[in-house]
């Protein structure tokens, strides 16, 4: 069954100005939703609405049914913020008992971790850090996840390996996603964003992303 | 299992604050053995605003670590209503206790 997460009628200001006023987001289970915009443009504050922290002017459905305060419900969406969010003294071996993952699949794939299992994750580099966050919150069980900035810190093998893990997990849950490495969020994205001037725009090509002045193609 | 789960996710928290607010019970514990329940309204509210102090303090500088709980199923409300509904009980138990033995 596909499931959906819809975001729209949404506006956000600050200070009077006008942050977010025409938005319609829509992602789906089995795809990957690519979200584009340059700074301050409000990517992590929609993000942030679509979770519920953020409080503004606001309709959030999963299938169709409206969630004011999704972060309520790990089970329909899991969020993972732009930054460091693991408290910084558990060791790798509680964080993916809290998660209920089988650390010896994570050492399959990133096999450098095989002897960290009872390291604290302040231990870790920037990149393993990341990596950790960013597989506990795709693996776990959930409809969506939203990954904001999920390729920072990493270096190019790992960005390669994280492509394919949520390549793979795409088949589990619907992903939303947004980063500044935007070839990397164009390619293995279904449907592609971009916010501009408080707005969301669907692209269908490269070109129509420098169009809306987010990158030169 | 769920609860128990739980329970270790709050437990964790706590420890954010644990180490501070047992300071700072012993502290009021000792003047209440000398002086008794005439001293026990200001070591009451010392109690409390230090809690207070506590919740600032922490929402502060690890109200990241929020995410981890929220993701994990256990909202900020649940984690500060628990461990503050717990650390006053203990510090009401321990003024008692130290009633009973005086």
Not at chain 1, 77 to 90: C, D, H, K, S, V
Not at chain 1, 165 to 193: P, Q, W
Not at chain 2, 43 to 66: D, H
């Amino acid at each position: 069954m596909i499931h959906t997460l819809q975001a729209d009628s949404i506006r956000l200001e600050f200070d009077g100005r006008i942050i977010l006023s025409d938005i319609y987001i829509t992602c789906e289970t089995g795809k990957i939703t690519g979200l584009l915009g340059r700074n301050g443009q409000g990517k992590s504050c929609l993000m942030k609405i679509i979770y519920g922290d953020l409080a503004c002017e606001k309709s959030v459905r999963f299938d169709n049914v409206v969630q004011y305060e999704a972060f309520k419900k790990p089970d329909l969406l899991l969020y993972l913020p732009q930054f460091n969010f693991i408290p910084a003294r558990l060791s790798l071996e509680r964080i993916f008992s809290d998660f209920a993952l089988d650390y010896l699949l994570f050492v399959n794939k990133f096999p450098e971790f095989a002897s960290r299992r009872r390291s604290s994750i302040k231990q870790l580099s920037g990149g393993e850090r990341r990596l950790v966050e960013l597989y506990v919150i795709v693996k776990s069980k959930s409809q969506f996840a939203m990954l904001d900035e999920p390729f920072t810190h990493l270096n190019p093998i790992q960005v390669e390996k994280v492509r394919n893990l949520l390549l793979e997990e795409k088949c589990n849950k619907g992903l939303l996603i947004t980063d500044h490495m935007f070839r990397h969020v164009a390619g293995i994205s279904d449907h592609l964003y971009v916010l501009a001037n408080g707005k969301t725009h669907l692209t269908k090509s490269e070109k129509e992303i420098e169009t809306l002045g987010y990158a030169r193609i | 299992m769920r609860i128990l789960k739980t329970i270790k996710l709050i437990w964790t928290f706590y420890q954010n604050f644990l180490l501070y607010s047992m300071l700072i019970t012993i502290s009021c514990l000792v003047p209440f053995y000398n002086y008794g329940f005439k001293i026990f309204t200001v070591i009451f509210w010392f109690k409390i605003i230090t809690l207070g102090i506590s919740y600032y303090f922490v929402n502060e500088y690890k109200q990241r670590e929020y995410y981890y709980y929220r993701n994990l199923g256990v909202s900020k409300y649940l984690l500060w209503t628990s461990t503050l509904t717990f650390d006053f009980s203990l510090f009401i138990f321990l003024i008692i206790q130290t009633y009973q033995f005086k």
